[in-house]
């Protein structure tokens, strides 16, 4: 009992100081339906939820001895974290809503961003952490660096990159472009018209169908690609992997010999075709399967 009870002490000492110093914040400012809202915090959690008011509220803690500047108009509203230590900064976390059309722009560090509702713009940009979009934004622009990202809902326009993070997406789209570099990709939604997914060594998992008469493109240097679409889904495939392997389990067509002597080809389409779909690999496998 000694020895917890010591154990606990030790704990509580080694507990950063900003855990224990955080000062609460609860501000407001008026905001028009389409204004504009720009946010930077350094490090801990930024949530973004819209609501049917003209209006923008923030809640939260900031460490203790920083500051939250706010300021703008009804047309635009500006606010950052000011930390006392610009190194070492203490976490933030933000709680604000919005108005529900509002155009939101979010940078950070090392920080979470969710946002949820808002059908105006939304441009999210993490060095690490992680993005979560959920709901029908006009579009989307999502950047992160080591951090993961996934749009969940209906945008009309998105664009979603990642160096070495995962990168999801759950919904439909008629335009939407997924990268990654060592991450993976990762859509499961139904009507892509306008759609480009690409990595480097990362895996590419698509289950899904195709909007009749779009492009969507694959490409990938040595991750995998593995498709899954309804025998509803019509589709034009043209599939090339210089170095590695194509397994079609969608129809009847085998695949070929690569045309450089190695690897394998594949033309043929699904139901009544339509669709362009174009996969390019070095020497990542391909499947192709058909969804129940």
Do not use: C
Request: aromatic fraction near 6%; proline fraction near 4%; avoid cysteine.
């Amino acid at each position: 009992l000694m020895h917890a009870r010591a154990l606990f002490i030790l704990a509580i000492a080694v507990i950063p100081s900003f855990a224990l110093a955080q000062t609460k914040v609860n501000r407001g400012m008026p905001l028009d339906q389409a204004g504009a809202v720009r946010i930077y915090n350094s490090v801990g959690t930024v949530r973004v939820t819209a609501w049917n008011r003209d209006s923008i509220s923030i809640k939260g803690s900031i460490g203790k001895g920083d500051e939250l500047h706010m300021g703008g108009t009804r047309q635009g509203v500006k606010l950052f974290v000011e930390g006392l230590d610009e190194r070492n900064p203490a976490p933030a976390n933000l709680d604000l809503m919005v108005p529900a059309r509002a155009k939101v722009w979010v940078k950070t560090a090392t920080a979470t961003i969710d946002v949820q509702g808002v059908t105006g713009s939304l441009d999210l940009y993490i060095v690490g952490g992680e993005i979560h979009v959920s709901g029908n934004p006009a579009d989307v622009n999502a950047e992160a660096i080591d951090g993961s990202i996934r749009i969940d809902g209906s945008p009309a326009w998105a664009r979603a990159k990642s160096a070495s993070g995962d990168v999801t997406f759950d919904g439909t789209s008629p335009d939407v472009t997924m990268s990654t570099v060592s991450g993976r990709i990762s859509v499961n939604g139904k009507d892509f018209e306008k759609a480009k997914f690409e990595s480097v060594t990362g895996s590419i998992r698509f289950a899904g169908t195709f909007a009749p008469g779009g492009l969507v493109n694959f490409d990938t240097h040595s991750g995998s690609i593995d498709l899954q679409i309804p025998s509803s889904s019509g589709a034009d495939f043209d599939v090339v992997s210089i170095a590695g392997s194509i397994v079609n389990k969608l129809t009847s067509r085998r695949p070929g010999a690569g045309r450089y002597g190695r690897g394998a080809e594949l033309i043929t389409s699904n139901g009544q075709g339509g669709t362009s779909v174009v996969i390019r690999t070095f020497k990542g496998p391909v499947t192709l399967l058909k969804s129940n």
